[in-house]
């Protein structure tokens, strides 16, 4: 099992910036895949950005378009993700999410969620 702490959640207006942050505990959490995930109403729930166990690989979802950035610190095991250039489209609910595969296989832990709302 995985436990996570996430936060950074919020308001901004288009063009703004957010950081959320999630941390994962659990025997075997530092050895697992970190990755956010979001998902809109009314919308599929899609990846986001993904980071390895020792923070060396990403892989990020098609629309990011380097607008955002995934990090880790891996002595806290949390993972960082800095969104900048925000748009309406990115209003949604992000998870952070662990697995025992790839950046892109099947996350089996989830965390609650934050919400991120973009609005001006």
């Known amino acids: 099992q995985v436990q996570f702490v996430e936060s950074g959640g919020g308001s901004v207006q288009p063009g703004g910036s957010l950081k959320l942050s999630c941390t994962a505990s659990?025997?075997?959490?530092?050895?697992?895949?970190l990755g956010w995930f979001r998902q809109a109403p009314g919308k599929n729930r899609e990846f986001v950005a993904g980071?390895?166990?020792?923070?060396?690989?990403?892989a990020y979802g098609n629309f990011v378009k380097d607008r955002f950035t995934i990090s880790k610190d891996v002595a806290k095991n949390m993972v960082i993700l800095q969104m900048n250039s925000l748009q309406v489209e990115d209003t949604a609910i992000y998870y952070c999410?662990?697995?025992?595969?790839?950046?892109?296989?099947?996350?089996?832990?989830w965390g609650q969620g934050t919400q991120v709302t973009v609005a001006s």
């Open positions: 999410a662990a697995g025992a595969g790839g950046l892109l296989d099947p996350y089996a832990f």
């Open positions: 659990g025997r075997t959490a530092h050895t697992y895949v």
């Open positions: 980071i390895t166990f020792n923070g060396v690989k990403t």
